[in-house]
């Protein structure tokens, strides 16, 4: 028997994460999060918050993180949005400025999040595919579009661009808002913070759970003009005005002022990737050029599907997409030393 009610549930493919094994003594490589902990000072902070006072709301406008990040970003307050993780931040985003018949642009590599939120929002998008080097051609957004939303560094192939192709494509698109997705950037990429005193139609998005190691917190930030953000405070008040805890403000403040601590761990995570992506080419790989805190791999000779497979049964779990133009490559978190030691250790078995 079909029921009626059926008919009126919305049916939509979700995006899907990374494998969250739940084994033990894995090498868990596959998730790009950060090898190394939050900064002490933002631990510490967690550890000094008062349990009697989880009973009241939070600040609803998170005031003191705001301050933090404006501080850092060397703008105003008023300029920074605050969300439940940058998902949560993109995803209003899509529904405050997204709004006309017209098609959004993106490439049709790039975070599997994007045509998820377009079928969930009824948002018509078209994709524009890489070139052969899997980079981003800022000619295909000319066309006449509804938005252009483009994460640089790219992800999940690795590649970040500067900021004469943000301006590319920025001048383009002068009628339509252009998101710039940095969630990757402070590995390696370029900014474009500083172009949104001169673009007004440019909003850039930020998390904390790659570069600060606070993926468990959920914060998410968008820098933009202050009449874009206005208008994302109000759908977000009209959606939920609590979107940041008190703990993940509290430890959100605490990361942005330990920039010492912030930095080195950043540089740890970049000079392992070099080396890796050295051994990783020595033994025959092709490495895309990476601006992140993961490399994209692949190899003429041997199947990456069944060495992500054979590394899963060693405990070491990297990513492999089932994907056109990709399904030959596999992305591999850059994790600790040691983490990277055993992965290099179980792909030489693999190849032999």
Same mark, same amino acid.
């Given at each position: 028997?079909? =029921? ?42 967690i550890?000094?918050i008062?349990?009697?006072?989880? &009973?009241? =709301? ?21 300029? +920074? ?8 931040v993109?995803?209003l ?13 993106? *490439? ?18 078209k994709? =524009? ?11 295909? =957004? ?8 483009? *994460? ?14 943000v ?9 339509? @808002?252009? @998101? ?7 590995f390696?990429?370029?900014?474009? +913070? ?13 998390t904390?759970?790659?570069? &600060?190691?606070?993926?468990?917190l ?16 109000a ?29 080195s ?21 092709e ?11 692949t190899?003429?000779?041997?199947s ?14 990297? &990513?492999?997409?089932?994907? *056109? ?28």
């Amino acid at each position: 028997m079909e =029921y009626l009610w059926k008919q009126n549930i919305r049916k939509i493919d979700p995006y899907v994460p990374g494998e969250q094994s739940k084994e033990k003594n894995i090498v868990k490589i596959n998730a790009n999060e950060n090898p190394y902990p939050p900064s002490p000072k933002a631990i510490e902070a967690i550890r000094n918050i008062n349990a009697n006072k989880l &009973r009241f =709301y939070p600040d609803a406008n998170a005031a003191p993180l705001k301050k933090a990040l404006a501080d850092y970003y060397n703008t105003e307050a008023e300029n +920074i949005f605050l969300g439940n993780g940058s998902d949560d931040v993109i995803a209003l985003c899509f529904q405050t400025f997204f709004c006309s018949e017209k098609p959004i642009a993106f *490439p049709d590599i790039t975070y599997s999040f994007y045509p998820v939120w377009c079928r969930l929002f009824n948002i018509p998008f078209k994709t =524009y595919p890489l070139d052969k080097r899997f980079r981003i051609n800022p000619d295909d =957004y000319k066309e006449e579009n509804g938005g252009v939303i483009l *994460p640089n560094p790219n992800a999940p192939t690795s590649i970040g661009e500067g900021l004469d192709f943000v301006r590319r494509i920025l001048d383009n698109n002068r009628d339509s @808002i252009v @998101i710039i997705d940095e969630a990757y950037v402070d590995f390696g990429g370029t900014s474009c +913070i500083e172009l949104i005193k001169e673009y007004k139609n440019l909003v850039v998005t930020g998390t904390f759970s790659k570069s &600060r190691s606070l993926a468990s917190l959920r914060i998410g930030f968008a820098i933009a003009d202050k009449e874009l953000i206005s208008y994302l405070e109000a759908v977000k008040n009209s959606y939920n005005s609590y979107t940041v805890d008190s703990v993940s403000i509290a430890a959100g403040v605490a990361s942005v002022q330990d920039d010492e601590y912030f930095k080195s761990t950043i540089n740890r995570v970049i000079a392992t990737r070099k080396r890796v992506t050295n051994e990783l080419e020595a033994l025959g790989f092709e490495v895309l050029p990476s601006s992140s805190n993961f490399i994209m791999a692949t190899h003429n000779s041997h199947s990456m599907k069944e060495m992500f497979e054979y590394l899963k049964t060693q405990k070491v779990f990297i &990513r492999y997409f089932s994907l *056109p133009r990709i399904d030959k490559y596999v992305r591999i978190t850059i994790g600790t030393d040691e983490e990277m030691d055993i992965f290099l250790e179980k792909v030489r078995e693999f190849l032999k």
